[in-house]
């Protein structure tokens, strides 16, 4: 598939999703469809072991929708849009490989949604955060901050941030936990190359084990969270991998995983 708001490429183990609407990285009907189409086409590609999600250009990783084609649509194009992001932020959440998000400059809006709800998240010291919706008369709608980012982060500090809407420093959402870690900017694309290349060589069913777990505490109960746990430990004790993972860490080697 040929993309118009995107960027696709792959190093090694690792495929790179680029959202490519410089300089904001504003996100369009367009953007979200193809979006979508990468992370089908990422989930099916056995050699794409990592995702990275990033922004163009170093001003943002994405400020958010694009309001002047927001402003345009219908109600009937508003709720596709809507249902789109909550769509999307799903995938990401879902995605049965490990997604990173690597967040310069700028991240707002619906853009957070995206970088949030992803499973290691990198900001270079540039990055700045804002979830300032109610400043613009509208509410947060993609399913992240009205309805994940209490579970991410408590009660009071998601009231902080949402009603007020200030902006947040790398450092600062370290501190809260939105982030994994916080690096130089001239250090950054090395960075996460380093986090994609050491989660492309990890086993591939521990990665969906562990995610699926982890959502089902919040979004389900610790109980639903033990049934995976015993569902996931018979398959994966019985894998390859398994096997693999032992065998290589006594004859001092690297493991070759094959995510079965």
């Known amino acids: 598939m040929t993309y118009d708001t995107l960027l696709?490429?792959?190093?090694?183990?690792?495929?790179?999703?680029?959202?490519?609407?410089?300089?904001?990285?504003?996100?369009?009907?367009?953007?979200?469809?193809?979006?979508?189409?990468?992370?089908?086409a990422l989930e099916s590609r056995a050699e794409t072991r990592a995702v990275i999600l990033t922004g163009a250009g170093a001003k943002a990783f994405s400020a958010g929708a694009d309001l002047g084609e927001e402003g345009r649509m219908t109600p009937e194009r508003g709720r596709a849009f809507r249902e789109a992001g909550r769509r999307l932020v799903e995938r990401i959440e879902n995605f049965p490989k490990p997604v990173v998000s690597a967040v310069r400059g700028?991240?707002?809006?619906g853009g957070t949604g995206f970088a949030w709800v992803a499973d290691i998240r990198i900001a270079a010291e540039s990055a700045k955060f804002r979830a300032g919706d109610v400043y613009l008369g509208i509410i947060p709608t993609w399913s992240v901050g009205m309805v994940r980012l209490v579970h991410y982060i408590g009660r009071n500090r998601t009231l902080d941030l949402l009603m007020l809407g200030e902006d947040v420093?790398?450092?600062e959402a370290l501190a809260l936990g939105l982030v994994t870690r916080v690096v130089p900017d001239e250090s950054f694309e090395a960075e996460v190359a380093k986090v994609g290349a050491r989660l492309a060589a990890g086993a591939p069913l521990s990665f969906r084990a562990i995610k699926e777990a982890v959502r089902a505490q919040y979004r389900d109960t610790p109980d639903r969270a033990a049934v995976l746990e015993e569902r996931w430990a018979e398959r994966i004790l019985a894998s390859h991998d398994s096997h693999e993972g032992i065998t290589a860490f006594k004859e001092k080697r690297k493991p070759q995983f094959r995510g079965a």
């Open 169 to 171: 420093s790398a450092a």
């Open 8 to 40: 696709l490429t792959h190093q090694d183990g690792v495929s790179t999703i680029t959202l490519n609407r410089p300089p904001l990285n504003l996100l369009s009907e367009e953007l979200m469809t193809e979006l979508a189409a990468a992370f089908d």
């Open 106 to 109: 700028w991240c707002i809006g």
